[in-house]
C-alpha cells in the first residue's frame, strides 16, 4: 500500500533522513520505533506531504487494484484527499473550538455531509466521552480526551492509511491500554495504521511489523514478536533483560 523507497530529507541545513525505505502492507499495523531525533516525526510529515525528499520516492496505492500514486509530488491536502490521515505529535488541538468542532475540521475536505454525520456518530462510539463532550471546549478535556479526539478527528477524513505520531505521549497506563485496544479495533475495521511510539513495549505488542530508526537510517526491522525479543532492542528501547 504504501513503500518509501530510500528518501533522504533536510530540516533546514540539517541532513536528517539519510536514505529510509519502509514498507506498509494493506491492513497492517506498521510500527516505528526509536530514540529521540532518530528521524521518526520527518519521516512521518514526508509521507504526509509537510515536508519533501531531496532524494528518493514514496509510493503509494490507495485501492488495491488501482494506480499508483508518486506521493513525494503531491501536495499535503491532495494526500488526505487519497485516504491518508495524519494526527501528529502534540496533537494539534484547537482548544477553543468544541469536541464536534474538532472532529468536524476533520472532515473539511469533505462535501458528503450524510457520510460525515455518519462518520461522526462512529467516531463518539469508539470514543463515548467525545460524544458526552460534544459541546464544550476541546482545550478542557484531559490529555487523554485530548488523544481521543485527535484520532478521532483523523478518522473523520475517513482514511485507509492512519498516521499516528506519538499518540501515547503523556497518557497513564490505563488510558494508553484504553487507546491501543481502540486502534487495533480501527484496524480491524480495515484501516491500515503506521504509528510512531516511544512506548516501545506496547507498539510491538500492537503492531504486525516494526522498524527501528537510528540517526536518520533504518537499522532493524521485523515482526512485532521478533523485534520484542531481540536482544539489542531489549537493552536500548525496552529497558534492558
Ligand atoms: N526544523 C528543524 N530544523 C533543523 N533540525 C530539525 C528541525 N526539526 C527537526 N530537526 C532535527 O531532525 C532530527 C530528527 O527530528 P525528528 O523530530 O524527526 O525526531 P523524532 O525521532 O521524531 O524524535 P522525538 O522522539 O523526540 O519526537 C533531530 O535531530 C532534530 O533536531
Ligand atoms: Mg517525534
Keep these: 500500500?504504501?513503500?518509501?523507497?530510500?528518501?533522504?530529507?533536510?530540516?533546514?541545513?540539517?541532513?536528517?533522513?539519510?536514505?529510509?525505505?519502509?514498507?506498509?502492507?494493506?491492513?497492517e499495523i506498521v510500527a516505528l520505533i526509536?530514540?529521540?531525533?532518530?528521524?521518526?516525526?520527518?519521516?512521518?510529515?514526508?509521507?504526509?506531504?509537510?515536508?519533501h525528499p531531496r532524494r528518493g520516492h514514496i509510493r503509494y496505492r490507495p485501492e488495491a487494484d488501482g494506480p499508483e500514486l508518486e506521493l513525494d509530488r503531491l501536495p499535503a491536502e491532495e494526500i488526505v484527499r487519497r485516504g491518508i490521515s495524519h494526527c501528529p505529535e502534540g496533537r494539534g488541538i484547537f482548544a477553543s473550538l468544541t469536541v464536534r468542532e474538532n472532529l468536524l475540521v476533520g472532515a473539511y475536505?469533505?462535501?458528503?455531509?450524510?457520510g460525515i454525520e455518519d462518520d461522526y456518530r462512529r467516531v463518539c462510539d469508539l470514543f463515548p466521552i467525545l460524544g458526552?463532550?460534544?459541546?464544550?471546549a476541546a482545550g478542557s478535556l484531559s490529555g487523554g480526551e485530548q488523544e481521543m479526539l485527535a484520532v478521532g478527528r483523523a478518522l473523520m477524513s475517513r482514511p485507509r492509511l492512519l498516521i499516528l505520531d506519538e499518540p501515547s505521549l503523556g497518557l497513564g497506563p490505563l488510558v494508553v491500554e484504553t487507546l491501543f485496544a481502540t486502534l487495533a479495533d480501527?484496524?480491524?475495521?480495515?484501516?491500515?495504521?503506521?504509528?510512531?511510539?516511544?512506548?516501545?513495549?506496547?507498539?510491538?505488542?500492537?503492531?504486525?511489523?516494526?522498524?527501528?530508526?537510528?540517526?536518520g537510517r533504518v537499522t532493524l526491522s521485523g515482526s512485532g514478536e521478533e523485534l520484542a525479543a531481540d536482544p539489542e532492542v531489549r537493552r536500548a528501547y525496552l529497558g534492558g533483560a
Design 34 to 51: 526509536g530514540a529521540n531525533g532518530a528521524g521518526k516525526t520527518t519521516t512521518l510529515r514526508t509521507i504526509s506531504g509537510l515536508l
Design 132 to 136: 458526552q463532550r460534544a459541546g464544550q
Design 186 to 215: 480501527i484496524n480491524r475495521r480495515g484501516v491500515t495504521i503506521l504509528l510512531v511510539e516511544q512506548n516501545a513495549v506496547m507498539a510491538l505488542e500492537l503492531a504486525h511489523r516494526a522498524y527501528v530508526l537510528e540517526t
Design 109 to 114: 475536505l469533505r462535501r458528503d455531509n450524510r
Design 1 to 27: 500500500m504504501l513503500e518509501v523507497d530510500d528518501i533522504h530529507v533536510y530540516r533546514g541545513r540539517t541532513y536528517v533522513l539519510k536514505g529510509i525505505s519502509l514498507r506498509v502492507t494493506r491492513g
